[in-house]
Every structure is written in C-alpha cells, then in structure tokens.
C-alpha cells in the first residue's frame, strides 16, 4: 500500500513536471532539425551545382557533329562510347 501511494505521487510530480519541461525540448528538437534539414538543403544545392558545371564542362568536350537522334540505333562499340552517349542523350539543358 505505501509503495502504490508513494508512485503514484511520484507518477504525478513526473507527468506535472513534464508539462513544465516540454516546450524547451520541443524547442531544442526543433532547432536541431531545422539544422539537419539547412545541412540537406545546402548539400543539394552544392551537389546540383557541382554536377551543372561539371555536365557543362564535359558536353562541350563531346560535342561532335552527329546528333543524337541518329546515334540512337547504333550500338556502342567500346565502354567510352557507350559512356560519351549516355552523356550526350541525358545532358541537361
């Protein structure tokens, strides 16, 4: 019986001090994840402008005379080929 009544006064100091506590960890928690989520952001833009350069960079260097569009049914011979039309086809523009 003393036991029961000692946690359940333990129980509601808890739950009433959890209330007081709350908003600073919500807080904390939601500076940590905006943190998380600036880092995401940021590491996506520098790899969108990694990759742009580097797309503009390489297709002036695979530029050639033949289009796409007739190279579509030809296969490959070699892997650089095959890696210089994939290139080509998927650049962006």
Do not use: Q
Not at 15 to 27: E, I, S
Request: aromatic share 10%; hydrophobic share 45%; net charge positive.
């Amino acid at each position: 019986m003393k036991n029961k009544l000692f946690l359940t006064i333990l129980t509601i100091f808890i739950t009433a001090n959890a209330g007081f506590c709350l908003p600073l960890h919500v807080k904390n928690t939601i500076i940590k994840f905006s943190y998380a989520m600036g880092g995401v952001i940021l590491s996506s833009l520098l790899i969108f402008l990694g990759l742009s350069i580097y797309n503009k960079f390489r297709s002036n260097a695979l530029n050639e005379k033949t289009s796409v569009d007739e190279e579509i049914l030809k296969t490959p011979k070699t892997k650089d080929d095959a890696i210089k039309f994939f290139i080509r086809k998927n650049r962006l523009r």
